[in-house]
Antibody, heavy 119, light 110 residues
Framework: EVQLVQSGAEVKKPGESLKISCKGAGYSFNSYWIGWVRQMPGKGLEWMGIIYPYDSDTKYSPSFQGQVTISADKSISTAYLQWSSLKASDTAIYYC????????????WGQGALVTVSS | QSALTQPPSASGSPGQSVTISCTGTSSDVGGYNYVSWYQQHPGKAPKLMIYEVSKRPSGVPDRFSGSKSGNTASLTVSGLQAEDEADYYCNSYAGSNNVIFGGGTKLTVL
């Protein structure tokens, strides 16, 4: 059974750094793109970017390029989403997703991680 | 790039059919047969319902169907059931390893 298990909720102050994680299980982690989707409070879904763990090839949405860093550690089947300086507008739920490149579809979703940025 | 356009809300009575539209451009919906639909219940993660315009993943009831005409894709839910009440999001490939979502439609079962 494919599972994407995300790290827990975070509460941070503006300007702080943060790295959240997503561990894949039940499939060959290295062989599938894995990505991140943002959902701001009461709003819709926004694609942020994807990474191919085998060679760390990374693609970012133009809206998120330079704002976040996506990485992966294939030795522990874990992907990461990182901020160097959080803003209040980064408050959202972040979902990790498995992306099937051949079909351009997000077929499995993590449970989501709520990030709250407040002074 | 702008989000795909979906109606904010849709509704139907149990047993009826409802169709949700998703309008883009020739650079996304109209240019590729890579439209997918996701269902999200309150407080839950989204779930894939339709991919490549009209294909259903294993386990998704055949009451859910998808289609496309020009720059507009559609999701039809037939034989509405109470558990179909949720938010629905479309998504399309937009070239250059880019994908975009629609703004979402809240489906209410009356």
């Amino acid at each position: 059974e494919v599972q994407l298990v995300q790290s827990g909720a975070e509460v941070k102050k503006p300007g702080e750094s943060l790295k959240i994680s997503c561990k894949g299980a039940g499939y060959s982690f290295n062989s599938y793109w894995i990505g991140w989707v943002r959902q701001m409070p009461g709003k819709g879904l926004e694609w942020m970017g994807i990474i191919y763990p085998y060679d760390s090839d990374t693609k970012y949405s133009p809206s998120f390029q330079g704002q976040v860093t996506i990485s992966a550690d294939k030795s522990i089947s874990t992907a990461y989403l990182q901020w160097s300086s959080l803003k209040a507008s980064d408050t959202a739920i972040y979902y990790c997703v498995r992306y099937l490149g051949a079909h351009k579809v997000f077929d499995f979703w993590g449970q989501g991680a709520l990030v709250t940025v407040s002074s | 790039q702008s989000a795909l356009t979906q109606p904010p809300s849709a509704s139907g009575s149990p047993g009826q059919s409802v169709t949700i539209s998703c309008t883009g451009t020739s650079s996304d919906v109209g240019g590729y047969n890579y439209v997918s639909w996701y269902q999200q219940h309150p407080g839950k993660a989204p779930k894939l319902m339709i991919y490549e315009v009209s294909k259903r993943p294993s386990g998704v009831p055949d009451r859910f169907s998808g289609s496309k005409s020009g720059n507009t894709a559609s999701l039809t839910v037939s034989g509405l059931q109470a558990e179909d009440e949720a938010d629905y999001y479309c998504n399309s490939y937009a070239g250059s390893n880019n994908v975009i979502f629609g703004g979402g439609t809240k489906l209410t079962v009356l």
